[in-house]
């Protein structure tokens, strides 16, 4: 029996098994045996090939990576020729896109690439339609667009999320606070901080016997579910903010579109009457997380023609860093103007594990 015959099979005894306490225990065998599996899955087909595929082999560049992704025909290459200088082919039919395309997107300054991938077919993850090597690309960013019909949003999303979530990436959601300690003797120690209602010790430990670990210390400080913990067991999942951006707004009632702009993540567009465009290059822009400082010279005005891109908790050592390389070794101190200023709107004198803050003006002295 091949891998996707087992990864079936795995998948409909899960559908058949009611959830509850009862279940749990298996249903936890079974999720770390679907995850080894796709696992192994994935690993078989880029060992095939050290090579990504034509026309996926895209360096990154500028500050950061958005990738647009959806299903055919939901207007990823109309949004791309919009938003940047780039002409993606688009047309009113499906599979017009065949390669990533990539655009350069400027966000007040902030020049980051936004890639626009072929559409995804239902069965991507498992190889149909090239569609393993859109996935595996989206894996390389920094933000995940996925554009949706507004006519079909429900089901678009959600075998989307499907696909994504099969190839190890994991939207809007952070790390679970796991952390493990393997260990030559003494079985399998389980600490946690917080009371565990999603999962019990008798299930943790099934799951790590399924993946062989049979040493090791386990410290849990947040209340995980069997996923979570199989997801730190294999290590290779990939957190991503996502913004869900409903295209063809004006296709639908104002109710609709007043329901839908509620949603968290979600921006609201029409690409054909360019509403909501930028709006949603400031999305981006917030969740690339982005902050612009400004630099000043002793004796002179800031220059606020030339801002400085920084990530939103760079220190400033950072900060010098993404300047010069040489300046962090000749760094005194530096003056800080705005919001991280304790004496706001007085200036302050921080070292180089300060923290900046949006619109902040520093002026950086190095030793002599």
Same mark, same amino acid.
């Given at each position: 029996m091949g891998v996707l015959?087992?990864?079936?099979?795995?998948?409909?005894?899960?559908?058949?098994?009611? +959830?509850?306490?009862?279940?749990e225990y298996h249903l936890g065998l079974l999720k770390a045996k679907l995850a080894r599996y796709r696992a192994q899955l994935l690993e078989g087909e880029t060992s095939k090939s050290s090579k990504p595929g034509a026309g996926f082999a895209v360096s990154k560049s500028g500050y950061g990576r958005a990738v647009l992704i959806g299903f055919p025909s939901v207007g990823k290459s109309t949004l791309l020729s +919009?938003?940047? #200088?780039?002409?993606?082919?688009?047309? &009113?039919?499906?599979?017009?896109?065949?390669?990533?395309?990539?655009?350069?997107?400027?966000?007040?300054?902030?020049?980051?690439?936004?890639?626009?991938?072929?559409?995804?077919?239902?069965?991507?993850?498992?190889?149909r339609g090239r569609g393993r090597q859109v996935v595996a690309v989206a894996k390389t960013?920094?933000?995940?667009?996925?554009?949706?019909?507004?006519? +079909? #949003?429900?089901?678009?999303?959600?075998?989307?999320?499907?696909?994504?979530?099969? =190839?190890?990436?994991?939207?809007?959601?952070?790390?679970?606070?796991?952390?493990?300690?393997?260990?030559?003797?003494?079985?399998?120690t389980i600490t946690a901080t917080v009371p565990l209602t999603k999962t019990?010790?008798?299930? =943790?430990?099934? =799951?790590?016997? &399924?993946?062989?670990?049979?040493?090791?210390?386990?410290?849990i400080r947040e209340d995980i579910t069997s996923d979570d913990l199989v997801d730190s067991i294999l290590g290779n999942r990939k957190y991503v903010p996502c913004l869900y951006v409903y295209n063809k707004i004006d296709s639908c009632s104002l109710e609709e579109v007043d329901r839908l702009a509620r949603e968290p993540h979600t921006v609201v567009i029409s690409c054909e009457l360019d509403l909501g465009l930028e709006v949603?290059?400031?999305?981006?822009?917030?969740?690339?997380?982005?902050?612009?400082?400004y630099t000043k010279k002793r004796g002179e005005e800031p220059d606020l023609s030339d801002p400085l891109i920084i990530k939103t908790d760079a220190t400033m050592e950072a900060v010098c860093? #993404?300047?010069?390389?040489? =300046?962090?070794?000749?760094? +005194?101190? &530096?003056?800080?103007?705005?919001?991280?200023s304790k004496f706001a709107p007085q200036p302050q004198k921080v070292g180089l594990t300060h923290r900046c803050a949006q619109d902040d003006v520093i002026s950086i002295v190095t030793k002599v």
């Amino acid at each position: 029996m091949g891998v996707l015959e087992k990864i079936k099979q795995i998948e409909e005894e899960m559908a058949r098994t009611q +959830k509850n306490k009862a279940t749990e225990y298996h249903l936890g065998l079974l999720k770390a045996k679907l995850a080894r599996y796709r696992a192994q899955l994935l690993e078989g087909e880029t060992s095939k090939s050290s090579k990504p595929g034509a026309g996926f082999a895209v360096s990154k560049s500028g500050y950061g990576r958005a990738v647009l992704i959806g299903f055919p025909s939901v207007g990823k290459s109309t949004l791309l020729s +919009k938003v940047t #200088s780039t002409e993606s082919a688009a047309a &009113a039919y499906a599979f017009t896109t065949l390669v990533a395309v990539p655009g350069v997107l400027d966000l007040d300054g902030a020049k980051v690439q936004l890639l626009d991938l072929p559409g995804i077919i239902e069965g991507a993850a498992s190889g149909r339609g090239r569609g393993r090597q859109v996935v595996a690309v989206a894996k390389t960013a920094d933000v995940i667009v996925m554009m949706l019909d507004v006519t +079909k #949003s429900e089901e678009q999303r959600r075998q989307l999320e499907h696909e994504l979530e099969e =190839i190890g990436i994991r939207l809007n959601r952070t790390k679970p606070d796991i952390v493990f300690r393997p260990k030559t003797a003494g079985g399998v120690t389980i600490t946690a901080t917080v009371p565990l209602t999603k999962t019990d010790e008798r299930t =943790i430990r099934g =799951i790590m016997q &399924a993946y062989k670990i049979h040493n090791a210390d386990i410290m849990i400080r947040e209340d995980i579910t069997s996923d979570d913990l199989v997801d730190s067991i294999l290590g290779n999942r990939k957190y991503v903010p996502c913004l869900y951006v409903y295209n063809k707004i004006d296709s639908c009632s104002l109710e609709e579109v007043d329901r839908l702009a509620r949603e968290p993540h979600t921006v609201v567009i029409s690409c054909e009457l360019d509403l909501g465009l930028e709006v949603l290059k400031k999305r981006i822009w917030q969740y690339m997380g982005f902050n612009r400082i400004y630099t000043k010279k002793r004796g002179e005005e800031p220059d606020l023609s030339d801002p400085l891109i920084i990530k939103t908790d760079a220190t400033m050592e950072a900060v010098c860093a #993404s300047i010069h390389k040489g =300046i962090v070794a000749k760094y +005194k101190y &530096a003056i800080v103007w705005g919001k991280s200023s304790k004496f706001a709107p007085q200036p302050q004198k921080v070292g180089l594990t300060h923290r900046c803050a949006q619109d902040d003006v520093i002026s950086i002295v190095t030793k002599v």
